[in-house]
């Protein structure tokens, strides 16, 4: 049984529509929305039981954090891990028009996260800080040189960027690391609820801020990422937001190149290499 038979048999016989990709990269979760009677529900089966239990765990410690999925089933069916959730809405920021009010909600979700007890969530002595920042960006810089030919970015844009300097970070929160704008499910009532918690841990604030900010801005407008800065109460110092987007930036044309051995300039999302230069320039005071 595969992960979408396994989603027929929870519908029983109802609606069932596959939110992710029919063919994802190995190892990927599998994500459906199943229609029932009173409504509907999110179906998640995990590409391995790893990414089951760091989300449960997860959310298991973060009770009182508002904005998280509700888990209300989870088990482990033929070797598939999955999980059911309350359908936390069928818009996310990403999709949305430009709406102020829904990004500053998602501000608000991430200043009440990274207020949470790391000591509920983590008992890492450090987590990711200062010098594991400094360190990784100059790590991700080199493997995009690797990689930068057949993601189509220019030489001369990766030699910019090793002159960054590494963002500011400050003191490891407990956070989400990947709360991008569709990350953020929005339902018909405007309810924002942050989901994909499998690689939560404890990283600067800055991280989760800069990457909502960045993400929110690039989709939807500046309005929108003004917002998110509003909802948590920080704004960034302009080169200071750059900096942190050249290393959100380089790692995700990373992530492409690694992800997708076949990846090529086509594949790369129209305004990431763009941004990136942008983010270089400014990040340098040019």
Not at 120 to 131: C, K, Y
Not at 243 to 258: F, P, S
């Amino acid at each position: 049984m595969d992960a979408k038979a396994l989603a027929e048999k929870f519908a029983a016989g109802t609606s069932v529509q596959q939110l992710t990709s029919p063919t994802p990269l190995q190892g990927a979760n599998h994500v459906f929305r199943i229609w029932r009677e009173h409504g509907t529900v999110i179906f998640k089966a995990y590409g391995t039981d790893s990414r089951l239990r760091r989300e449960m765990h997860a959310l298991d410690a973060l009770p009182d954090v508002p904005g998280m999925p509700v888990v209300m089933e989870r088990g482990v069916d033929e070797a598939i891990h999955w999980a059911m959730f309350e359908d936390g809405g069928k818009w996310n920021i990403q999709s949305l028009p430009e709406n102020p009010g829904i990004a500053e909600k998602s501000g608000e979700i991430l200043a009440q996260l990274h207020r949470a007890e790391p000591a509920a969530f983590s008992n890492l002595a450090r987590g990711i800080d200062q010098e594991w920042i400094a360190v990784d960006l100059r790590s991700t810089l080199r493997r995009l040189e690797r990689y930068r030919g057949r993601l189509g970015v220019p030489a001369e844009l990766v030699s910019a960027a090793q002159a960054v300097p590494a963002p500011y970070a400050g003191n490891p929160v407990v956070s989400h690391t990947n709360p991008v704008a569709k990350k953020f499910v929005v339902d018909d009532a405007g309810a924002v609820t942050l989901i994909t918690w499998e690689w939560a841990t404890l990283a600067p604030p800055e991280w989760d801020l800069s990457r909502t900010t960045w993400s929110v801005g690039l989709h939807t407008g500046p309005l929108a990422a003004s917002a998110v800065m509003a909802g948590y109460g920080r704004t960034f110092e302009p080169s200071q937001l750059d900096r942190w987007i050249v290393y959100h930036a380089a790692q995700a044309l990373v992530h492409l190149a690694e992800r997708q051995l076949s990846a090529k300039p086509a594949d790369v999302p129209a305004n990431l290499v763009p941004e990136f230069n942008r983010a270089v320039l400014g990040a340098i005071g040019e």
